[in-house]
């Protein structure tokens, strides 16, 4: 694929040229609030993902809601980033809104159970599975936890990932295949431990790689998204996760599914409604409905191995867990979600919207006779600027094209469509509405409208 994707380079930069001054252009209040309160934070923002936006800079958030975020210069935007799943089910649902102002008066943590702690376990089940679940903060610490267990009941060492993979900071699958190697991520910051040594990467959806490497005998865990996510979205071919399954079973390696972005697939996420049974899970990300809330458990068989191997553990920290995991704001957050919010209806309000907007970014590649293509994973779309399907990690870093990308997430912004950045990842929230679809449908139609000939 070439780097353009099939635009003309000079089209593609006189028009991002373009819309970075009509991004600047219209915003000079957020001009001037950043000019006043961003220099001290480390490069302006309080987290610095916030920089890697295509528009010259950030957008500054007066309030959202629903599925539309107001800037401080009063620009309504329709979101479909949606906090990059945080917000799948749209900014402060009501009822995750009225729970958090009912916890606020009874205290925010206490590093103790609450009722609702003793209520919300079963609805955790009922959704996700008869599992032995744990809180954290954040989906990283749940695969950061749920690798620990893998390790410490197989007594293995090594973790399977696929290449292209993003499981969270979680360093140790932070490897890469590189001419047929597992080497470490050359972006890591202040790495000095040998993270190639503990993992192993083989490509996603190529099981003879996946038989090689557990028939060393040394992987505690493949650690695996059902679809691949984090790069331009690769599906898994027919067969795929039997043949994990099966694989995982006969080398005695533990089966760890990451569900924090595929739980778009529909209600109990990818694993229910394609019948997996992986022996950890981790979701994340959306699960409380915004407050920051993952989720770890592990079957019955694994929790027993688990129990013995904790016996003989010797007294001390085990390395799980952080003091505010569990409180009772994110519990309050998360029975208000799993009761209220995701729901199966909820679920197919967010498919039939997917379906509608899959189908128009479709239709425009199709009339503008681009070798792109569009991928869904329930409430999730990707359009790709490259010909697909994408089979692992390797064809979808050859897919990627930033600079395309970047003009275009900079040109639906100015058309009033906000899009994950990284990838080219919409969302469609239940209270996404059918006009917000159309619009982005639109935008895009119009951007290509300008960029071919
Ligand atoms: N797992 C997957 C599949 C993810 O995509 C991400 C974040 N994009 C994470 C884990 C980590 O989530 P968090 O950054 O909220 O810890």
Redesign the pocket.
């Known amino acids: 694929p070439s780097p353009h994707a099939g635009l003309d380079p000079e089209r593609l930069a006189a028009f991002r040229a373009r819309e970075e001054q009509r991004f600047a252009r219209a915003r000079p209040v957020t001009r001037a609030r950043l000019d006043e309160g961003a220099e001290p934070w480390l490069a302006g923002v309080p987290m610095h993902w916030m920089r890697d936006w295509p528009s010259p800079f950030p957008l500054v958030v007066h309030r959202a809601e629903k599925a539309r975020i107001e800037d401080v210069d009063g620009i309504e935007i329709d979101d479909f980033c949606l906090g990059?799943?945080?917000s799948m089910f749209g900014h402060s649902p009501p009822p995750v809104a009225r729970a958090i102002r009912r916890q606020a008066r009874r205290g925010l943590t206490y590093m103790l159970p609450s009722d609702a702690t003793l209520r919300v376990g079963a609805l955790i089940r009922q959704v996700f599975g008869p599992m032995l679940w744990q809180m954290t903060l954040?989906?990283?610490?749940a695969?950061r936890h749920a690798l620990r267990v893998a390790r410490a009941v197989t007594g293995r060492r090594k973790v399977l990932v696929f290449n292209g993979c993003?499981?969270?900071?979680l360093e140790d699958t932070m490897v890469t295949c590189h001419q047929g190697r597992t080497v470490a991520r050359p972006g890591l910051v202040g790495q000095v431990l040998d993270i190639a040594a503990e993992a192993i990467c083989v490509e996603f959806n190529d099981l003879a790689a996946v038989e090689a490497a557990l028939a060393t005998g040394e992987v505690a865990a493949v650690l695996t998204?059902p679809v691949m996510?984090?790069s331009c979205m690769v599906l898994p071919e027919a067969g795929f996760h039997d043949g994990l399954r099966q694989l995982t079973r006969h080398h005695g390696t533990l089966l760890i599914l990451?569900e924090?972005?595929t739980q778009s697939s529909g209600l109990g996420g990818y694993r229910r409604v394609h019948s997996l049974s992986p022996d950890l899970y981790?979701i994340?990300?959306c699960v409380a409905g915004g407050i920051?809330t993952?989720l770890w458990g592990m079957t019955p068989e694994v929790a027993e191995r688990f129990a013995a191997y904790d016996l003989d553990r010797p007294e001390g920290h085990s390395g799980m867990g952080t003091t505010l995991s569990g409180n009772p704001l994110q519990v309050a957050a998360l029975e208000a979600t799993l009761s209220e919010v995701m729901t199966a209806k909820a679920h197919d309000r967010m498919e039939r919207g997917a379906l509608r907007l899959a189908a128009g970014l479709e239709g425009v590649i199709a009339r503008r006779a681009l070798p792109w293509h569009v991928v869904r994973v329930g409430a999730r779309v990707e359009f790709i600027c490259a010909p697909g399907p994408l089979r692992n990690g390797a064809e979808a870093a050859l897919a990627h094209a930033p600079e395309v990308e970047a003009a275009l997430h900079l040109g639906l912004l100015n058309r009033g469509c906000l899009i994950a950045p990284f990838h080219n990842m919409m969302l469609v929230s239940p209270v996404t509405k059918t006009r917000q679809i159309d619009r982005l449908i639109a935008a895009f139609d119009e951007i290509l409208s300008e960029l071919t000939p």
């Open positions: 990059d799943t945080g954040s989906a990283t610490d695969n993003y499981h969270g900071t998204e996510t984090n990451d924090t972005h981790v994340g990300k920051p993952g």
